[in-house]
């Protein structure tokens, strides 16, 4: 059998509460409530087994100005981040209740990506991992960067359908289709059964 962690992306109030920056800014995090249940059943169900969970924070770092930089690409999809949202120390870059006491291993994030300029790897590497359980947001940018990278380095990825969401549902399911060619894609029911009999 594999030996795996569940990496979780982006859990993050600013980003999956209604009172955090990215819903009061247009960005509705709906969807993202919604599949909270499923990834606490899937958290108890890996600490149950003895599957170590990591999660990935949204970071954004500021100068001495208190504006945000070295944002890249997200400057301009989300730029109201460069004066508010995302700050270490702060309840938005804290994750979400539900989330944060189950928790192994936390790890900020600067781009688009797990892995660019993040300390994944190591964490990967001195906990022997080969088998990556994905979820969190969002399945058209963080989760499908992510799953692609891992898979490029050779990791096995298993990303959970109902774990897992989008702003807008076609680009979920679009991008759970491209996940599915070079990963795995299932239910987090079909990943519980399927581990128990011992098949991933």
Avoid at 40 to 52: A, S, Y
Avoid at 69 to 76: E, M, N, P, R, S
Avoid at 134 to 148: P, S
Avoid at 188 to 193: G, I
């Amino acid at each position: 059998m594999s030996n795996s962690a569940l990496l979780l992306l982006d859990l993050q109030n600013d980003i999956c509460h209604e009172e955090g920056i990215f819903h009061k800014n247009g960005l509705d995090c709906t969807n993202f409530t919604k599949i909270i249940p499923n990834i606490v059943d899937m958290m108890f169900f890996c600490k149950e087994h003895h599957i170590p969970i990591i999660v990935v924070q949204h970071s954004v770092l500021e100068d001495m100005d208190k504006v945000g930089v070295g944002l890249g690409i997200y400057k301009k999809i989300i730029p109201f981040i460069q004066t508010e949202g995302l700050r270490e120390n702060t309840w938005g870059h804290d994750l979400l209740d539900e989330i944060k006491n189950h928790v192994d291993y936390k790890i900020k994030r600067w781009t688009m990506s797990a892995f660019y300029h993040t300390e994944l790897v190591r964490y990967l590497v001195a906990l022997r991992i080969n088998q990556l359980i994905i979820a969190g947001r969002t399945t058209n940018d963080i989760v499908e960067t992510t799953a692609r990278e891992a898979a490029a380095r050779n990791y096995k990825t298993i990303t959970i359908s109902d774990c897992t969401a989008s702003y807008s549902e076609k680009m979920h399911l679009a991008s759970l289709t491209n996940i599915n060619n070079f990963g795995q894609v299932i239910s987090s029911k079909n990943f519980q059964d399927s581990f128990l009999e011992e098949k991933i």
